[in-house]
């Protein structure tokens, strides 16, 4: 081992025998109970860095003044003082040591208790710990013991730490919460869905260091928590399964690893693929989108993960919350990957510092450019809508199960100083109509708002199609079709929005631009049978008008998340432990459709999944 050259072989006083180790006590218990880490399900000591945690040891006999020894840290399977992947804690005549401090709390007897502090800086991992003591012939370690394996963390209660986040319930939020909250859907139609996490889950700690090992992250770059996480978003890609899943995965990760994070859900949320900060959205002659020749896309909903950290390679305005995408389409420096980002850059739109900010401001932030190709694949631009990316920045409240709006933390207010989540809530509060479950036929208005003193004719064409909530369509169109509408002159000028079960949804009707107009409206209904057979998991419906007059076109584009049909769980009040427990189980639905495939899962942060 290195650092014996320092250690003086001496002879025992008479009459004291060698000093040799007895046991080791972790002292588990009042460890985790000061790191908050007893819901961690491992037999393993699990404390964090920066903070002191304490181990019995018990010798032969006790300690007198020429006792010389020292605890030896490892980590990785080639640990070297160098690489600070071995850390040497000494005691007795000798001072010094490693980068950990270590003191004498106090002894009784032969037993003596010991206080480790790991540097603020130090590698995160599974350490194997060893007891050295010098005697004559040089050092004497203990056997491996795996019993005094330990797992070392960041820390977020450590103001050294550079996952210091500042008050309590935060912490209990982003790292110490088993359970989270994922907003989903359309603008419009948002819902939320409760997320087991499962931090602490047995095997979950071990999990994330074979993730690391798995995509060969230098063990001595652990405790790096920039590097960290840059590697977190993309270790997934080790992982099978869908992307929805793989997202929801992360903060698990994070969360375990003592990263404070959250989910937010960023709604109209563009895919810039060549880094111009525009998305182009292409339309045919007729006026029908143009799915081939539209490269880029504007997700209904994209899900990632903020992490709470301290960027010591920017200047200090930039720490904080940063993006982190588990789930990026685009790769940075060749890998699939996403971030750190500070989130304060992208709403400021300061692009030049690491990591993939132009990325992920374009997907709150770009302009959406309609183009209209011609019959030589000739691409003229005729409206840009700077406000439909980007419309809404959701995650979980702290302390509750609720959604907090987060998008003026993203971007700088376009008008009201009203957020537009807080408009929508408002508008849907005082309407009488729902989103609409699947089942339901889907009632379509378009209207069109004439502001110009001159009668307009014209002519609408209106597609609807079935899409991922990726924005790739999931089937053929299942309508489209084009009409003529007159309206007589007002103001200056005319729009067009939508209007969904009655509801105007369109970004002018929520914040009350249009005032006093002249309109026509042409109603639609779209029956279930029309709409079902095309329905994919994760899709839903998108409509696109499109109004062209002599001298102007306008294009609206909403889309909407169909819930499932409603259904009612009753349980038992009481279930006591080994008991049969039962559950009352009723959907209400009018499809036309028989619902043959039933399947029942059951989760709970402290218990297994279970399926039937």
Request: proline share 6%; net charge negative; hydrophobic share 35%.
């Amino acid at each position: 081992f290195e650092g014996e050259t320092d250690v003086i072989p001496r002879s025992m006083p008479p009459g004291v025998e060698p000093l040799m180790v007895v046991a080791v006590d972790m002292q588990k218990q009042s460890n985790e109970t000061n790191h908050y880490t007893m819901e961690y399900m491992t037999d393993l000591l699990v404390v964090r860095r920066a903070q002191q945690f304490a181990i019995g040891v018990t010798f032969n006999r006790p300690l007198v003044p020429s006792d010389d020894f020292q605890l030896e840290f490892l980590i990785g399977s080639d640990p070297s003082s160098n690489s600070n992947t071995r850390v040497v804690v000494t005691f007795g005549n000798r001072g010094g040591g490693g980068s950990w401090s270590g003191k004498i709390l106090g002894a009784s007897g032969a037993v003596v208790s010991l206080g480790i502090t790991p540097n603020p800086k130090a590698v995160v991992g599974l350490y194997r710990m060893y007891v050295a003591i010098a005697n004559a012939n040089g050092m004497r370690r203990t056997e491996k013991d795996p019993k005094t394996n330990f797992y070392l963390l960041f820390n977020a209660w450590s103001p050294d730490d550079d996952v210091f986040y500042p008050d309590e319930a935060g912490r209990m939020e982003y790292v110490m919460n088993e359970t989270g909250l994922i907003s989903q859907g359309a603008v419009g139609s948002i819902s939320d869905r409760g997320w087991v996490y499962g931090q602490f889950h047995d095997g979950i700690l071990d999990c994330c260091i074979y993730l690391m090992d798995a995509c060969r992250m230098p063990v001595q770059q652990r405790g790096d928590v920039i590097k960290m996480v840059r590697t977190a978003s993309a270790l997934l890609t080790y992982l099978e399964g869908s992307l929805y899943v793989k997202r929801f995965f992360l903060p698990s990760v994070l969360r375990c690893l003592g990263i404070p994070s959250r989910v937010v859900s960023n709604f109209n949320s563009a895919h810039d693929n060549n880094g111009n900060l525009r998305t182009e959205l292409v339309f045919k002659m007729d006026d029908t989108p143009d799915r081939e020749r539209t490269v880029e896309s504007i997700w209904n909903f994209h899900v990632w993960n903020e992490v709470f950290i301290k960027r010591s390679d920017l200047p200090p305005k930039y720490s904080g919350w940063q993006v982190v995408d588990a789930t990026p389409q685009e790769t940075s420096d060749g890998y699939y990957r996403c971030g750190p980002a500070p989130v304060i850059a992208i709403r400021d739109g300061e692009l030049c510092f690491p990591f993939d900010l132009g990325f992920v401001f374009a997907e709150v932030n770009s302009d959406v450019h309609f183009m209209r190709s011609d019959r030589y694949g000739n691409l003229t631009p005729y409206k840009v809508d700077t406000e439909y990316v980007g419309k809404v920045l959701l995650t979980k409240a702290v302390g509750m199960m609720a959604s907090e709006d987060i998008t003026r933390t993203y971007k700088h207010p376009e008008g009201p100083i009203h957020t537009w989540f807080d408009l929508l809530q408002q508008h849907n509060s005082q309407s009488n109509h729902d989103n609409g479950s699947v089942g339901d036929p889907v009632k379509v208005a378009v209207t069109i708002l004439n502001q110009g003193d001159q009668r307009k004719s014209v002519m609408v064409t209106l597609d609807i199609s079935t899409v991922y909530y990726t924005g790739v369509p999931s089937s053929d169109p299942i309508r489209v079709g084009s009409f003529d509408l007159d309206v007589e002159g007002l103001q200056r000028e005319h729009r067009i929005s939508l209007v969904f079960y009655g509801l105007k949804r369109s970004s002018h009707d929520c914040l009350d631009l249009c005032g006093s107009v002249a309109e026509e409206t042409r109603t639609f209904e779209i029956p279930a049978k029309d709409y079902i057979p095309q329905l994919k998991p994760n899709s839903g419906l998108e409509i696109t008008a499109t109004g062209r007059t002599d001298d102007e076109t306008v294009t609206e584009v909403q889309k909407l998340a169909l819930k499932p049909p409603p259904m009612n769980v009753k349980v038992n009040p009481r279930c006591d432990i080994n008991e049969i427990g039962y559950l009352n189980i009723t959907i209400h639905t009018e499809l036309l459709i028989d619902l043959n495939v039933a399947k029942l899962s059951e989760e709970n942060e402290k218990l297994k999944r279970t399926e039937r």
